[in-house]
């Protein structure tokens, strides 16, 4: 019996294409600022929840230095990571639109 090698299709090195309800296991959402510094913020599940997050978090930030605290880094990007089909983590999502 003859052995195939069938090529299944890959989306951006996920096993399905992305929606914002996908569930991503445990990804990770990182804040990035235009200097190329970045900072973890929160274990997502999906991309809707990581937008959320991501909102949630730049007003904080924005309330911070409203009274004149240490905000951290200025974040200009948020990305999700999350672990793709070959079992590196990779890129799911870019968020960068919150206001």
């Given at each position: 019996m003859a052995t195939t090698k069938k090529?299944?299709?890959t989306y951006?090195?996920?096993?399905i294409p992305l929606q914002p309800d996908s569930d991503l296991g445990m990804a990770m959402l990182i804040a990035e600022s235009d200097d190329g510094q970045h900072e973890p913020v929160a274990v997502v599940g999906t991309i809707s929840e990581a937008?959320?997050?991501a909102i949630s978090d730049l007003r904080d930030r924005m309330?911070?230095?409203?009274?004149g605290e240490d905000a951290g880094l200025c974040p200009t990007l948020y990305r999700v990571w999350a672990r793709g089909i070959?079992?590196?983590y990779r890129t799911a999502c870019e968020?960068?639109?919150i206001l």
């Open positions: 090529q299944f299709p951006n090195g996920f096993a937008r959320e997050v309330r911070r230095l409203e009274l070959d079992g590196s968020i960068a639109d």
